[in-house]
């Protein structure tokens, strides 16, 4: 992103500019490793942040469990210790340890890390919004620094447009509490690598472009699962005709039909692909607010049973192609939530 020289002073600049945690802000700048406690959701975005921020990770941390979830390194990249077994010949005092779990459990966790000797140990009160506020504060200035303008649209949303080699990528950036958490969420996987050639934050499942499998301009590009669609947006800037599939309605309406005004190439397709068409049973998340996720809506019942069914029209890709006179499909991106089997069998 920028030269080791300024690194440091382009991060402290960012984070002065943040409303964020003293704590927090001293733990991502510090030089110390960190030792992670915690090996969940919050452990894999504590992850992330370090990747960001350029501080080294040693070690994910747990009290009585070596169970792991989440989209977390393999282990022989970030081992995970129990507490009391770690490494008896490491200094403790050389660590920034950092309570990664639900904040109703750091007095009880602190306690415990202090009794076995950890003198340095950083605790957040409210992860949601420290997660948000990082993400934004990062994500914003490293748009900048390539050239990202932010633009206000009529509705008072907030859009980014950023030119790069191969002409502008435009994307929503701010358009509700939801989107913005889901868009940048992904923004690491999905649009540094295929963007800016930055594989720093690619995670477990980013980037969708690898080796030879490439988008190339004059692509025809179908996106299953295109969700807000951010990837939909990569390949229309790279100069690809796109066809969107999302049965969704929220998100459809809400978000991914206006990521695909910003360009002329992308046309969304309301539906499901499946291995037959016409109505079918789908269940969605339909509490986007509480939850802030909007990426796990599926065929499959009984993968979150407080999910609601609807019903929703699905297609198949051969069906698709012939009624729309598609002669070649160049690149597929499938992201169906556990029905790829079924997304591919109608092909």
């Known amino acids: 992103m920028i030269q080791d020289s300024e690194r440091r002073r382009f991060l402290q600049d960012l984070l002065d500019a943040a409303d964020l945690p003293a704590a927090w802000k001293a ?10 406690y915690g090996a969940g959701r919050q452990a894999t ?6 990747l960001m921020f350029g501080k080294p990770v040693f070690c994910l941390m747990a009290t009585d469990s070596r169970r792991r979830w989440g989209y977390l390194p393999f282990e022989e990249e970030l081992p995970l210790y129990l507490a009391a077994e770690f490494p008896s010949k490491k200094d403790k ?3 920034d340890v950092v309570i990664a779990v639900n904040p109703v459990h750091n007095a009880a966790v602190a306690d415990t890390l202090r009794n076995q000797g950890w003198p340095r140990l950083t605790a957040v009160e409210d992860w949601e919004t420290t997660n948000a506020v990082t993400r934004d504060a990062y994500f914003a200035a490293y748009l900048r620094t390539k050239g ?18 191969g002409g502008a990528f435009r994307v929503y950036y701010d358009i509700d509490p939801v989107y913005k958490t889901n868009l940048l969420g992904e923004f690491g996987n999905i649009v540094l690598p295929s963007i800016f050639g930055d594989f720093s934050l690619a995670g477990v499942i980013g980037p969708y472009e690898h080796g030879d499998v490439v988008l190339r301009p004059g692509d025809v590009v179908f996106t299953l699962g295109a969700n807000i669609g951010l990837f939909t947006c990569v390949a229309a800037a790279k100069g690809c005709r796109v066809h969107a599939f ?3 309605p929220a998100v459809v309406e809400n978000y991914l039909s ?8 992308i046309t969304v397709v309301p ?4 291995d037959r068409a016409g109505k079918i049973d789908f269940f969605i998340n339909d509490n986007f607010a509480e939850s802030m996720n909007i990426t796990q809506h599926s065929i499959f019942g009984e993968i979150e049973p407080s999910y609601s ?4 029209e699905a297609t198949t890709i051969d069906a698709y192609v012939a009624e729309n006179n598609i002669n070649r499909v160049d690149f597929m991106k499938v992201n169906t939530q556990h029905a790829e089997w079924q997304s591919l069998t109608g092909a």
Not at 27 to 36: E, K, M, T
Not at 45 to 50: G, L, S, T
Not at 152 to 159: I, L
């Open 45 to 50: 975005v504590v992850h992330a942040f370090c």
């Open 148 to 165: 990202g303008r932010f633009i206000t649209d009529a509705d008072g949303a907030k859009y980014v447009e950023c030119p790069f080699a």
């Open 309 to 312: 069914r609807i019903e929703v």
């Open 271 to 274: 539906k499901a692909v499946m």
């Open 246 to 248: 999302e049965p969704t």
């Open 93 to 95: 005092g050389g660590f």
């Open 258 to 265: 206006r990521n695909a005004s910003l360009y002329d190439a």
């Open 27 to 36: 733990f991502l700048l510090s030089p110390l490793p960190a030792v992670i």
